[in-house]
């Protein structure tokens, strides 16, 4: 659906794991969509770089919000 959008179905699936819980981190988002781990990570890095998404520690984990 948004795959064309954003480039890429992983892209898509973090997108949307981020609009629907409003929050979430890289193994949580990997697990629930059955992505790699690495493959989440760059995204949601990309996301960051581009100011789309923030990251905060929260203990060990890093959390992204929109």
């Known amino acids: 659906m948004l795959e064309q959008l954003v480039g ?3 892209m898509e699936r973090v997108l949307l ?3 629907a819980f ?3 981190y890289a193994q949580q988002i ?3 969509f059955g992505l790699s781990l690495s493959a989440v990570q760059r995204q949601l ?3 960051e770089d581009g100011g789309i ?3 905060q520690l929260k203990g ?3 959390l992204y919000v929109f």
């Open 60 to 62: 060990r984990t890093r």
């Open 8 to 10: 890429n179905r992983t």
């Open 45 to 47: 890095c990309k996301l």
């Open 30 to 32: 990997a697990d629930r």
């Open 22 to 24: 409003g929050e979430g």
């Open 17 to 19: 794991s981020l609009q």
């Open 53 to 55: 998404a923030v990251s």
